[in-house]
């Protein structure tokens, strides 16, 4: 039984470029949660989704920023136009319905150049 | 606003050496408190959960309680094994809060 998958590991972009960041949950885990982690802070929610749907994006910045979880296949943070600022690990973790008992994948460290 | 706190920021310890690491929370709500651990380039992988004040839970070395304002991770006779970076928690809603770590480095 796989755990939560990440891809990919690491991702350069350059300034203006788009950034897309795949995620699969553990198999049965119908919850998925993004989180981003910049150097020295802490772990910070962005968004939170089921298949098909976004129950929580309170996390995400306005502008810029999308997630998604299809019906088929992974979940999908997608960044535009990315910025220096940017640059951060970026998780994803999954979760079974009715549990709030995350399991993390080892993240997707993006540097914008 | 919610927020959790953990000191200190980082903890060097002899091994054998036994101490604490604490987790701080102000969060209305609180659903749970969750224990993390953190090595470089991975994933927080768990270690605890502790839902009500006076609850415990260990593992191995590692020992986690709670109170109605904090918690704690204490670590008995630690090994270089677990130097690692520990985070904790506070869930709220389906929201974690997570705190910015305890650096651990365990020197044999």
């Known amino acids: 039984n796989a755990g939560v998958m990440q891809n990919p590991r690491h991702l350069v972009r350059r300034r203006g470029q788009e950034a897309r960041l795949r995620c699969s949950p553990m198999k049965g885990h119908s919850h998925v949660y993004w989180y981003r982690q910049l150097p020295e802070e802490g772990l910070k929610f962005m968004v939170y989704l089921q298949k098909e749907n976004i129950i929580d994006e309170s996390g995400m910045p306005k502008e810029r920023f999308s997630a998604e979880f299809p019906k088929e296949g992974p979940s999908i943070l997608r960044i535009q136009q990315v910025v220096r600022g940017d640059s951060a690990a970026y998780f994803c973790?999954?979760?079974?319905?009715?549990?709030?008992?995350?399991?993390f994948g080892s993240g997707t460290r993006l540097t914008v150049v | 606003e919610d927020q959790v706190t953990q000191s200190p920021e980082a903890l060097r310890l002899q091994e054998g050496e036994s101490s604490s690491l604490n987790c701080s929370y102000t969060?209305?709500?609180?659903?749970?408190l969750f224990w993390y651990r953190q090595d470089p380039g991975k994933g927080p992988e768990f270690l605890f959960t502790?839902?009500?004040a006076g609850e415990e839970k260990e593992k191995e070395r590692l020992k986690a309680t709670l109170t109605k304002k904090e918690s704690f991770l204490h670590i008995t006779a630690p090994k270089p094994e677990d130097s690692a970076t520990y985070l904790c928690a506070a869930t709220v809603g389906n929201q974690f809060y997570f705190g910015t770590g305890t650096s651990l480095t365990v020197i044999p």
């Open positions: 973790a999954s979760s079974p319905q009715g549990e709030a008992v995350y399991t």
């Open positions: 502790l839902y009500s």
């Open positions: 969060v209305s709500g609180l659903r749970g």
